[in-house]
């Protein structure tokens, strides 16, 4: 992968997640528990890697271990800005929101673009949006 790809502590939940991100935007879910990388730090079946790859939007993340801190989000945003068709954001942006709380909707904005903003089930803040297409001329 040639950018930056977050990597995400969830405090637990990690297959669950994952497994939800998967389902928002397709791709692939690999996962690896403590017990196959011989990790001593938690239950046995926590995930201590995972990945989601394949499909638009790529993401790393495990269970923390006890002596860690899960994620906690403040000033951050995931941005899809045009990284779809407008239906397909809308798509994500309501999926993203099935749980979630909506901080702004995603509808047309005065400045000419249609962008909006949800914090998911799990916390992770996103920032869905599209410029309109130019009239025909």
């Not at 790393?60 to 407008?86: H, N, Q, R, V």
């Not at 099935?98 to 909006?116: I, M, Q, Y």
Request: net charge negative; no cysteine.
């Amino acid at each position: 992968m040639a950018a930056p790809v977050p990597y995400v502590s969830f405090p637990g939940n990690a297959r669950e997640a994952l497994g939800f991100y998967a389902e928002v935007f397709g791709g692939e879910v690999e996962l690896h528990t403590n017990a196959e990388f011989s990790n001593d730090d938690g239950p046995a079946d926590a995930i201590a890697h995972g990945v989601l790859t394949s499909g638009p939007v790529a993401m790393y993340g495990s269970d923390t271990a006890p002596t860690e801190a899960p994620i906690a989000m403040t000033g951050l945003l995931f941005a899809l800005l045009g990284a779809a068709e407008p239906e397909v954001l809308h798509r994500w942006f309501d999926r993203l929101s099935d749980g979630g709380v909506v901080v702004d909707p995603l509808e047309s904005k005065p400045w000419g673009a249609s962008d909006g903003q949800v914090i998911d089930r799990y916390g992770l803040a996103w920032l869905v949006g599209y410029e309109r297409a130019a009239p025909d001329e």
